[in-house]
């Protein structure tokens, strides 16, 4: 089946700082998803963005099909945006496989 | 609309006795997931419906496990005997459109311990 590896696993920020999650994916694909999951548990989809680019405030997502990644944008990081990051790919018909996330925690 | 509902949030039990999991999906959204979360092995699959009907079980772990969709605003998950290996949030998702290209959105998790 399609493999989906996340990096980096974890990461620590200090507030204010930015970063680059990114997600791989050994097949093509056409449904791609990012879901953050806060520390009590909800699941908030982020973005669905099976190619191009987004954004949604202080987050934006890049995914090059072609190339097999999609990356996610964090900048002026907040200590709300701590939590796990997933990557989430159709692997066929409606079966999502997600990566095994990246941790972040943003310190104040 | 109030999103996927699910109950309860938190269930403690003991080993062997059923766990019931019920879902409520979003109106009018023609699939819905059951998926599994543990720490060892991440968000996994269980199984899937699309317009009431079970499309792929391959990732329910065993005959103890079930799911039913008996209509378009209801599931359950149901585990009959369970085991403290069971112990997981268990999540219901919607697909929002339609066939490979749908939108999930989860609802907030029922977290099962098994004692």
């Known amino acids: 089946g399609i493999q989906v590896e996340q990096s980096p696993p974890d990461l620590i920020l200090q507030e204010g700082a930015n970063s680059t999650l990114r997600c791989n994916f050994s097949?093509?694909?056409?449904?791609l998803q990012w879901f953050h999951q806060n520390p009590w548990g909800q699941l908030i989809n982020l973005f669905y963005?099976?190619?191009g680019t987004k954004q949604n405030g202080r987050l934006s997502a890049t995914t090059v099909a072609t190339e097999r990644y999609s990356l996610l944008y964090i900048s002026s990081s907040q200590t709300t945006d701590s939590g796990v990051y997933f990557c989430?790919?159709?692997?066929?018909?409606?079966?999502?496989?997600f990566g095994a996330g990246t941790i972040l925690r943003v310190k104040s | 609309d109030a999103g996927v509902i699910q109950s309860p949030r938190h269930e403690v039990t003991e080993m062997g006795q059923e766990v019931t999991l019920r879902c409520k999906p979003i109106?009018?959204?023609?699939?819905l997931f059951w998926y599994r979360q543990t720490m060892m092995r991440g968000l996994e699959l269980l199984i899937y419906?699309?317009?009431?009907?079970?499309?792929?079980d391959s990732g329910m772990p065993e005959d103890r496990f079930s799911a039913k969709m008996p209509n378009a605003s209801f599931s359950t998950l149901k585990i009959q005997p369970s085991e403290p290996r069971d112990s997981a949030v268990y999540f219901c998702?919607?697909?929002?459109?339609?066939?490979?290209?749908?939108?999930?959105?989860f609802g907030e998790g029922s977290r099962l311990t098994v004692l």
């Open positions: 989430a790919v159709v692997e066929y018909g409606n079966k999502l496989v």
């Open positions: 097949d093509s694909v056409n449904n």
């Open positions: 963005i099976p190619s």
């Open positions: 109106s009018g959204h023609d699939y």
């Open positions: 419906f699309n317009n009431n009907v079970p499309i792929d």
């Open positions: 998702a919607n697909i929002l459109g339609t066939g490979s290209t749908g939108e999930l959105f």
